[in-house]
């Protein structure tokens, strides 16, 4: 059995190597390993901050490979879970909650950043552009997530 990849061996960005590509089975450890630092990676810059964009990529693969992941059903639980969780944090931002993923139009930006420390902190576009192409993965990540 192969081992899991190191984190400089995973492509936490999109996640293509899960979906669509299947790079192994879903049932190969590699892949379930790559599915779970996708998600985690992908609610780690939603929830703590940093920098951040297309998390819809990853959450997209993550969530299209469930059904077949070679994971416990808990396991499928807890990741369908977060897969929600995180969608719902990006919807909540189109509605202009201080999260701030997306621009005045209540649309999803390409990027984002934290700007500021403490109390102060706020999350904001990098760019005043909605981005279809997020808004696309948005979509199919939602409607994966909320069948």
Same mark, same amino acid.
């Given at each position: ?5 190191? &984190?400089? !061996?995973?492509?936490?960005? %999109?996640? =293509? ?11 190969? @450890? ?8 996708v998600?985690a990676?992908a609610m780690s &810059?939603? !929830?703590y901050g940093?920098? %951040?964009g =297309? ?5 997209l693969?993550a969530c299209?490979t469930? @059904? ?5 059903p ?7 879970s977060?897969i ?8 909540e931002s189109?509605?202009?909650?201080p999260?701030g ?12 950043a ?6 102060a902190?706020?999350?904001v ?10 808004e696309?993965?948005f979509?199919l990540?939602?409607?994966c997530?909320?069948p």
């Amino acid at each position: 059995m192969a081992s899991a990849p190191s &984190s400089s !061996e995973t492509f936490s960005y %999109g996640g =293509y190597l899960v979906w669509p590509v299947a790079l192994h089975p879903y049932s190969d @450890p590699r892949m379930v390993s790559e599915t779970d630092h996708v998600v985690a990676d992908a609610m780690s &810059s939603l !929830e703590y901050g940093g920098n %951040g964009g =297309y998390e819809n990529r990853g959450l997209l693969a993550a969530c299209t490979t469930l @059904p077949t992941l070679g994971v416990t059903p808990a396991w499928k639980g807890f990741l369908a879970s977060t897969i929600q969780r995180a969608i719902g944090m990006l919807a909540e931002s189109s509605t202009q909650s201080p999260r701030g993923f997306s621009t005045d139009t209540g649309l999803l930006s390409e990027t984002w950043a934290v700007h500021g420390s403490g109390p102060a902190a706020h999350v904001v576009p990098d760019n005043d552009a909605p981005q279809s192409w997020e808004e696309a993965l948005f979509y199919l990540t939602a409607r994966c997530a909320f069948p």
